[in-house]
């Protein structure tokens, strides 16, 4: 099937894919049927490949329900989304709904889900960021002209959701790459290793994601290869990642990454492609 080029991302993502698609692509299997991505997020790698049959995760349960009412409400969404204003005031209201956790589960699926993209748009940077309480505490972006509505692309990625068959989960990852059947291909996103002591950020999620973490990841790389279960590992180049796969073959390359909230400190930096395959 072709590809539809306004399938894209919806909502701008930490450490998202889309300046690397150009890397990523070249190491992708010629032919992928069925698709995994456990560590979700903004999702540029799936809309590129667009696959008929895939699975994606997500331990960020808000970031699933923007997805889900995108499948099965986009219209619904649509109209929510132009009622939104970008100012300070209405921003803060808007931002600090979830602080009263019985009214905001009461909210509806399409008054979350459009709660998230517009808060998306106009916070500070684009950066979903919660507190230890789950909270969403990005700021106030002070954009003058935010695209709150992308009606086209929702419209898009609504039709490849429904036209295909895409699984929705909110779990943990090694839950969800658990269940891959041989032949299936992984693409996998997690929050990456810090480069620094203070450069970690893993603020999408209150549960946070350290090497222990990392260490259960590689661990369930190594069960996906035993289980002939493929995949693309994306992280940061540290000597932490590098020996950790050291028997895997690793590809180093640059990728721009704007999350210092210091333009100045914005810059290059070295990542890693890491595969459990050959290059056809």
């Known amino acids: 099937m072709a590809k539809d080029k306004l399938v894209a991302p919806i909502v701008k993502w930490v450490g998202g894919k889309r300046q690397l698609l150009d890397e990523i692509t070249p190491l992708l299997p010629k ?9 979700f997020g903004g ?3 799936l809309f590129s490949i667009q696959p008929p049959k895939a699975v994606i995760n997500d331990l960020n349960e808000d970031l699933m329900l923007v997805y889900e009412v995108v499948r099965d409400d986009v219209e619904s969404l649509i109209d929510a989304l132009k009622g939104h204003e970008n100012t300070a005031e209405y921003f803060y209201a808007i931002r600090d709904a979830d602080r009263d956790k ?3 589960q009461a909210l509806s699926k399409v008054a979350r889900a459009s709660r998230l993209i517009y808060l998306n748009k106009t916070c500070f940077n684009g950066l979903f960021r919660v507190n230890s309480s789950g909270e969403f505490n990005s700021p106030f972006g002070h954009y003058k002209n935010p695209r709150i509505v992308n009606e086209p692309g929702l419209r898009a990625v609504s039709a490849y959701f429904r036209a295909n068959e895409i699984t929705f989960c909110s779990e943990d990852f090694a839950k969800t790459l658990s269940r891959l059947e041989k032949g299936c291909f992984v693409y996998l996103d997690p929050p990456y290793d810090p480069i620094s002591d203070t450069a970690s950020f893993t603020g ?3 549960g946070g994601f350290g090497q ?3 260490l259960r990841l590689k661990e369930c790389c190594d069960d996906l290869t035993r289980r002939g279960v493929r995949f693309l590992l994306s992280n940061s180049a540290t000597p932490f990642i590098r020996e950790l796969y050291q028997t895997y073959p690793i590809r180093i390359v640059k990728a721009k990454r704007a999350i210092n909230s210091d333009a100045t400190k914005r810059g290059a930096i070295e990542e890693v492609l890491i595969r459990n395959y050959g290059l056809e």
């Open 31 to 39: 032919r992928i049927v069925s698709y995994c991505e456990p560590f």
């Open 43 to 45: 999702g540029a790698v």
């Open 102 to 104: 019985k009214a905001y």
């Open 204 to 206: 999408y999620h209150k």
């Open 212 to 214: 222990g973490e990392q």
